[in-house]
């Protein structure tokens, strides 16, 4: 693993020049995905500012491009039409004032008449590295670049830690109002949402109070990233709580949760109908954001981060990594979400092929499942040894999922195998193949399962139990790698 020094990490970037050659670099390595937004150079982690803008779906991404290293972050900016296929379209929000000197962090967008408005994090760090975190604004103008408001929507507030950002506005019809959920950290070290409303979306901020989600008083150290959705009637809350172990996650300390519930704005309280569960049960999945401006009631749209803090990836030897999910729709199913890939995702398979023991590099894989135990190996070597071993325990309901077999290892110490409890027998998986992740949509997207794998040339079999029934296609790429400034 490459030592960076502060300096490096934080070096500020001036222009195209200084990246194309990292840039160029990376575009033949073997694991640059085909369906999935992944950096143009270095670093990237959270999906920022996701929503639906005059015909235009904007996704951004939080991105260090200097290498495959948490430093400087820009905002990265892609756009689709279609939440499938995905076009660069530059750098999108740059640290370039007071407040954000140390990086723009998360946020969220949101649009309204003929404007699309950013919000973010300005991550403010004075000489000796003391951190201030600003709730800041941007407006894109007509060349689609941000135009930033001169200052700050508010700072933090002196009653809680240094760890207050990612704004997440919304708009609530019934008190006509937007309110901006912030991840914090209050002064005990526990996680906490703050609340803050205004009847303008760009002016008038004021503190309305500290969410309350009853039950979850003591949960994680640090609640990142805060989203809150309505699906069908119901409230859905999802966080990213870290700083603390859940059972089932082995030794991670970074999740991404979820609860459905009611908000009550009067009294900020998120009252949960049922115990949290997991947006993704898979080694790899954080910082999930729904898109805003989605017209129909009864679905969310999410995309996630395949990745975790502090975690590290096989290309970073490639001075890259990270990889945003594919888009997926959530339905309100009974007590859970129900999850899959988005609509017409179908329209990128290209040719069905053979079930013959061997994966395309990328495409997707569905299997049906006979009655009993099933063992499916993905990525095995030609002669059936090694790689992701996903074996499913009829009796116990639990799939298990084994990385420690493929040939690149990492995040070792973070776990290596995970578990996913079935609400009932398996029945099929459809698993998304790019070329260093998998995706895993379960007994008809109850549970998700996301991970990085980083299969070498000679793993690119499979092996399955007798009786089950798989149907494997090549998908056409939907991410263009090209290098946009
Ligand atoms: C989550 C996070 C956010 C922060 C951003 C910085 O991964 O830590 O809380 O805004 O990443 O890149």
Request: charged fraction near 25%; charge should be negative.
């Amino acid at each position: 693993m490459r030592e960076w020094t502060r300096e490096e990490r934080y070096r500020v970037l001036h222009s195209a020049d200084e990246i194309i050659d990292l840039h160029d670099k990376i575009v033949s390595s073997d694991y640059r995905q085909k369906f999935h937004v992944q950096p143009i150079t270095g670093l990237s982690s959270d999906p920022n500012g996701f929503g639906y803008h005059n015909g235009i779906w904007h996704l951004y991404y939080q991105w260090c491009p200097w290498g495959a290293v948490h430093g400087l972050k820009y905002w990265y900016h892609a756009t689709s039409t279609d939440l499938i296929h995905w076009t660069n379209a530059g750098v999108g929000l740059w640290p370039d004032t007071v407040y954000d000197n140390r990086g723009t962090h998360s946020g969220s967008a949101f649009s309204k008449g003929d404007d699309l408005y950013l919000f973010y994090t300005g991550n403010h760090r004075d000489e000796d590295w003391t951190r201030t975190p600003y709730t800041c604004a941007a407006k894109l103008g007509e060349d689609g670049k941000p135009v930033k408001l001169p200052k700050p929507l508010f700072g933090p507030r002196p009653d809680y830690s240094e760890h207050q950002r990612d704004p997440k506005i919304v708009y609530v019809p019934s008190k006509d109002k937007y309110f901006i959920f912030i991840g914090a950290q209050n002064l005990d070290l526990k996680g906490r949402a703050l609340i803050y409303e205004s009847d303008s979306l760009l002016e008038g901020w004021k503190f309305a109070g500290e969410l309350k989600v009853p039950g979850f008083e003591d949960f994680g150290g640090m609640w990142e990233c805060p989203c809150i959705v309505n699906i069908s009637g119901k409230d859905v809350l999802i966080f990213s709580p870290q700083y603390t172990k859940l059972p089932g996650r082995a030794e991670s300390t970074n999740h991404n949760i979820y609860l459905i519930g009611k908000m009550d704005y009067d009294t900020l309280t998120f009252t949960p109908e049922g115990d949290y569960r997991f947006l993704d049960f898979g080694f790899d999945f954080y910082a999930a954001q729904f898109a805003a401006n989605v017209s129909d009631p009864d679905k969310a749209i999410l995309i996630g981060w395949i990745g975790l803090p502090d975690n590290h990836y096989p290309t970073e030897e490639e001075d890259w990594e990270g990889s945003m999910s594919v888009v997926r729709e959530l339905r309100l199913g009974d007590g859970q979400l129900i999850a899959s890939p988005v609509e017409g995702f179908e329209q990128l398979r290209d040719k069905e092929l053979p079930a013959d023991g061997t994966l395309p590099a990328f495409g997707e894989f569905l299997l049906k499942a006979g009655a009993g135990d099933m063992d499916l190996n993905l990525f095995t070597k030609a002669d059936g040894t090694g790689g992701l071993k996903i074996h499913y325990d009829d009796a116990a309901k639990t799939l298990t999922v084994d990385k420690r077999g493929m040939e690149k290892r990492f995040n070792q110490n973070v776990g290596e195998v995970l578990e996913v409890p079935l609400d009932r027998a398996l029945s099929d998986i459809r698993v998304l193949i790019d070329r260093c992740s998998v995706e895993m949509f379960i007994n008809g997207g109850e549970a998700t399962f996301t991970a990085h794998v980083y299969p070498t040339k000679d793993e690119h079999n499979y092996t399955v139990t007798e009786g089950a029934c798989v149907t494997i296609y090549s998908l056409k790429p939907s991410v263009k790698d090209d290098f946009v400034f």
